[in-house]
T-cell receptor, first 115, second 113 residues
């Protein structure tokens, strides 16, 4: 299965700043997925990142707040913009492990704390 | 919309005890069902899955059976070990989704020697 590296693994950020999370996969994948896990909550899909086109966002998430880049088939970034304490979460990158099987492999996550 | 409900935790057991973590779901159509596990400091890993009614997923001594009549996918293990201490997530993938999993809130399991 794919190996996913995310960085930073954790960070403490000031209100109003932006932070970019990087996700590197060790093999080429068509789609990459960004999830958020708020404290004490389950995981929620933010968006799907496609190489060569704009990301597709889920209801409640917008590009201005969570811009995503996907420059090639092994890399993606998620930026959390103009952060507030409500953005304190774990952000996870994932890819589909077996094509068409809906089985996802996840990175270890990036834990952001916004003060 | 789709939803997954897991039994609330945390769950604390002694080694070799029997484990059940309940999971029920609401979905249209015929979803695939999953259990993911997150060990401390690691990413989520697929533990087992089932793609149709009456399928039984199994891995590492864990089992779960897809029960369409009760819309359930309860996780069981006959004898837990300290190394099973982790957070367990039940999830579903709807028939028309791609990469979009709906997760339960997670259940923290702690196993004591």
């Amino acid at each position: 299965s794919a190996v996913i590296s995310q960085k930073p693994s954790r960070d403490i950020c000031q209100r109003g700043t932006s932070l970019t999370i990087q996700c590197q996969v060790d093999s080429q994948v068509t789609m990459m997925f960004w999830y958020r896990q708020q404290p004490g909550q389950s995981l929620t899909l933010i968006a799907t990142a496609n190489q060569g086109s704009e990301a597709t966002y889920e209801s409640g998430f917008v590009i201005d707040k969570f811009p995503i880049s996907r420059p090639n088939l092994t890399f993606s970034t998620l930026t959390v913009s103009n952060m507030s304490p409500e953005d304190s979460s774990i952000y996870l990158c994932s890819v589909e492990r077996d094509s068409g099987a809906n089985v996802l492999t996840f990175g270890a996550g990036s834990r952001l704390t916004v003060l | 919309g789709d939803s997954v409900t897991q039994m609330e935790g945390p769950v604390t057991l002694s080694e070799e005890a029997f484990l059940t973590i309940n999971c029920t779901y609401t979905a249209t159509g015929y979803p695939s069902l999953f259990w993911y596990v997150q060990y401390p400091g690691e990413g989520l890993q697929l533990l087992l899955k089932a793609t149709k009614a009456d399928d039984k997923g199994s891995n590492k001594g864990f089992e779960a059976t897809y029960r369409k009549e009760t819309t359930s996918f309860h996780l069981e293990k006959g004898s837990v070990q300290v190394s099973d201490s982790a957070v367990y997530f039940c999830a579903l993938a709807g028939g028309t989704s791609y990469g979009k999993l709906t997760f339960g809130q997670g259940t923290i399991l702690t196993v004591h020697p």
